[in-house]
C-alpha cells in the first residue's frame, strides 16, 4: 500500500488549499478514505471520511461547511479541498486507508500552514 499526499503550503488566514493524496497497491474502488491531521502535542485527529462509492461523506465539527473530500475512482486519488483556513488549521495531513486486519495505512504527511 502506497499513500502519497501533496498540496500542502503556506495560506494566509481566509484561504483555500487543495491536498491530494495518489494511491496505490490495493483496491482503490472497495475502501473508504479518510484524512487526519496532527499538530505537535496533538493527538491525531480524524478530519474527514468517504466511502468507496464516494456517495458518502462525514467531517469533524471543526471542518464542517469548509472543507470537501472528494475521490476519483480513474485516477486513484483523493483530495481534501479547504476554504476559510484559520490559524488552528496548522497541521501535518494525512491521507489513509483502513485495510482488515492490518489497520490505518498513512501516507507522509503534507505541512499545511496557515499564517499572515
Known amino acids: 500500500v502506497q499513500l502519497v499526499e501533496s498540496g500542502g503550503g503556506l495560506v494566509q488566514p481566509g484561504g483555500s488549499l487543495t491536498l491530494s493524496c495518489s494511491t496505490s497497491g490495493f483496491a482503490f474502488d472497495d475502501y473508504g478514505m479518510r484524512w487526519f491531521r496532527q499538530s505537535p502535542g496533538k493527538e491525531r485527529e480524524l478530519v474527514a471520511f468517504?466511502?468507496?462509492?464516494?456517495?458518502?461523506?462525514v467531517y469533524s465539527d471543526s471542518v464542517k461547511g469548509r472543507f470537501t473530500i472528494s475521490r476519483d475512482a480513474t485516477t486513484k486519488s483523493t483530495s481534501l479541498n479547504m476554504k476559510d483556513l484559520k490559524p488552528e488549521d496548522t497541521a501535518v495531513y494525512f491521507c489513509?486507508?483502513?485495510?482488515?486486519?492490518?489497520?490505518?495505512?498513512y501516507g507522509q504527511g503534507t505541512q499545511v500552514t496557515v499564517s499572515s
Open positions: 489513509s486507508v483502513y485495510i482488515a486486519p492490518w489497520g490505518h495505512h
Open positions: 468517504i466511502n468507496d462509492e464516494g456517495d458518502n461523506t
